[in-house]
């Protein structure tokens, strides 16, 4: 059962250069950041109420981000959905004939399973399904216990 927006993700050339408007012009603030290795980026996470911003910049151009930056230029990149149970939430993709990009989950920032749908079968944005450990409520201490 799909939960709520995780986060969306944002490409961004610089992470700095863009809290000069997320941070400083919005007011959001910055949780933390991390280097998301398998993906190639540093992330930037700014919550939003129980949802938040992820600003992504690429550490590698031959990754997601990197590719995303170089064609579409910088912009929203995916929606990201919680979920209780990513495997069963893939499964139903799969029967309803969604293009998956991730056949299994793997795992992403803050150590939660993640699954990427691929935008040509979800009108052209790239969906992430996110399942995060118990106790999900509170977007801080609990969110990354898994
Ligand atoms: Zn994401």
Known sequence: MPRRIDHLGIAVRSIDQALGFYRDTLGLAVDHVETVAEQKVKAAMLPVGESRLELMEPTDPTGAVGKFLETRGEGLQHVAIGVDDIEAALARAREHGARLIDETPRVGAGGALVAFIHPKSSFGVL????????????????????
Do not use: A, D, F, M
């Not at 106790?135 to 201490?141: A, D, I, K, L, N």
């Open 127 to 146: 969906i992430e399904l996110v399942q995060r450990g118990k106790g999900v409520e509170s977007e801080h201490g609990t969110l990354y216990s898994s």
